[in-house]
């Protein structure tokens, strides 16, 4: 029943933006962390950015100044702002939900099945 559904991935020029989504249900939103990792063909999944269910915010090097996690409990939404795109950020992106229950005994975490980013002129 867990789904997290991602969009807005698609083409975009090296210096471009995106606006990736990603949609939540079955889950209590407001006490999952939310991520954001990509994979890049012949590439391990890496960590881009994710926010805590408090706002904390991390974002890796490389993304960092360029990329902007958020999310809209009133939505149970996600989102990613990919700025200033170049081709080394295509990859499929996917989105992440993390809760830690039971007084920090047990983690739960779900995917999304990806959305694919291109940047490419």
């Known amino acids: 029943q867990v789904q997290l559904v991602e969009s807005g991935g698609g083409l975009v020029q090296p210096g471009g933006s995106l606006r990736l989504s990603c949609a939540a249900s079955?889950?209590?939103?407001?006490?999952?962390?939310m991520a954001w990792y990509r994979q890049a063909p012949g590439k391990q999944r890496e960590l881009v950015a994710q926010i805590t269910s408090s706002g904390y915010t991390y974002y890796t090097h490389s993304v960092e100044g360029r990329f902007t996690i958020s999310r809209d409990s009133s939505k149970n939404t996600a989102y990613l702002q990919m700025n200033s795109l170049a081709p080394e950020d295509t990859a499929v992106y996917y989105c992440?939900?993390?809760?830690?229950?039971?007084?920090?005994?047990?983690?739960?975490?779900?995917w999304g099945q990806g959305t694919q980013v291109t940047v490419s002129s």
């Open positions: 079955g889950i209590i939103f407001s006490v999952y962390d």
């Open positions: 992440h939900a993390k809760a830690t229950i039971f007084a920090g005994t047990r983690v739960l975490d779900y």
